[in-house]
């Protein structure tokens, strides 16, 4: 398994509200559709399973395998052309509360430079969308 760490970004809410609204994927039927990138399509959710396609990659599930009450967020994808896990990390430090998305997945030998650089991109672009929202 690969690991795939995203960037840290500053949330402008408590821990425990980022928390709350990240563990309950329902809230994600709310978003504009324009914060999605422009590969992913058709999304579906409830509150412990998103599914989306992406262009030139495929049907990608998630599911909420793990709460950790205002700290973690773990993921797993399944089905998925590929095993991943996905954790989100919630952070309060001097009053601010930050967030780590983090990406292990077993991506072949030979993908792994091409799906490298755009998983950490991916992860990065997510944490700032996320970070402007919450």
Known sequence: MKTYEGK??????TQ?????RLSNLEMLNAMPKEMLPEQVK???????HISFNVDKFGQISLNIIEREPYKTIKFE????????????QLIEKEGNTYM?????????FFLNAVIGNKAKEALDKLSDSIAQHL
């Not at 840290?8 to 809410?13: G, K």
């Not at 425990?16 to 709350?20: D, K, T, V």
């Open 8 to 13: 840290i970004v500053r949330l402008q809410s």
């Open 77 to 88: 994808a399944n089905p998925s052309p590929i095993q991943m896990n996905l954790w989100i």
């Open 42 to 48: 058709d999304m579906e959710c409830d509150a412990d």
């Open 100 to 108: 780590k998305m983090t990406a292990k997945a077993d991506v072949p």
């Open 16 to 20: 425990q509200m980022a928390f709350e």
